[in-house]
């Protein structure tokens, strides 16, 4: 059974598009098994990806210019809830990288540990944030018996805004 964090507030905004080329997960545009991280931005719950086993998963956004954001939203383990998050945060940077001290933190969760065995619907919204780069890092994932420690299964994913922005970004 699920475990559902709805924000009734995200109605108020539109999702911003997001292209699959602007999406990193883990530094990469592919996961272990060669699925598109794109897949969690398709808007199809039954195509899911999964991170190489790893501490810490990110999810990268970065946009070609500084862009505003009031809310996000994810969903994760309702097709394998034995790899799902525990622990976020998601965080934005006009700068991006590796360097901690470059994000600020937007909002934050923790779920007890105890509570392995369910899936993640999970929605916020704060007040608007203009950042050209956006993450959301998971810190935990649950680890039920060894084969799933550091794994975590992500299957959609979306940024909401005041307007339906569009950016593409530029390397």
């Not at 808007?43 to 505003?68: A, E, R």
């Not at 976020?88 to 901690?100: A, P, Q, Y």
Request: negative net charge.
């Amino acid at each position: 059974m699920a475990i559902s964090f709805y924000d009734s507030n995200i109605t108020n905004f539109k999702k911003i598009t997001i292209k699959p080329s602007m999406l990193l997960v883990d530094g990469l545009s592919t996961d272990y098994s060669g699925r598109p991280v794109a897949n969690i931005i398709d808007n199809d719950s039954n195509t899911l990806m999964y991170p190489l086993p790893s501490d810490t998963h990110i999810i990268n956004i970065n946009f070609s210019n500084p862009t505003n954001v009031s809310g996000y939203s994810f969903l994760c383990g309702l097709t394998q809830t034995d790899a799902n998050p525990f622990h976020w945060e998601f965080s934005g940077s006009n700068i991006g990288g590796n360097n901690e001290i470059e994000w600020n933190i937007i909002d934050s969760f923790s779920y007890p540990l105890n509570n392995k065995n369910w899936g993640v619907i999970y929605q916020k919204t704060f007040n608007q944030r203009c950042y050209q780069y956006y993450r959301l890092k998971f810190l935990n994932c649950n680890s039920i018996g060894i084969n799933y420690h550091g794994y975590i299964s992500i299957e959609e994913f979306a940024l909401y805004g005041l307007e339906n922005i569009f950016y593409t970004y530029i390397v």
